[in-house]
């Protein structure tokens, strides 16, 4: 398969951040191509991040297609091909 046929997929980067002195824990979902980020409370209930996320994106009409495994950078990265709907 050509390089150019390959699908295109969005990415939406999702990481932990720690909780401060003035915040409590918080994740950040980023649209890496839209540059847009929602940041959403660590939801204790759900325990995991990638859950938490999905459960977001899902609420905003964007289905997620799969997860990008690296090591190179902190958090986690789904995939969908919905390009039209900003993250909220």
Known sequence: MAAHQIPPFRGIHVEFFSPTN?????VRVK????GDTKWLPYSYEIGD?????????????????????????RGYTLITRNFETAIK
């Open 22 to 26: 003035h915040k409590g824990a918080r």
């Open 31 to 34: 649209d890496l191509r839209r």
């Open 49 to 73: 991040i990638v859950e938490q996320a999905k459960a977001h994106l899902i609420e905003q009409e964007i289905s997620v297609e799969g997860l990008v495994l690296h090591d190179t950078t």
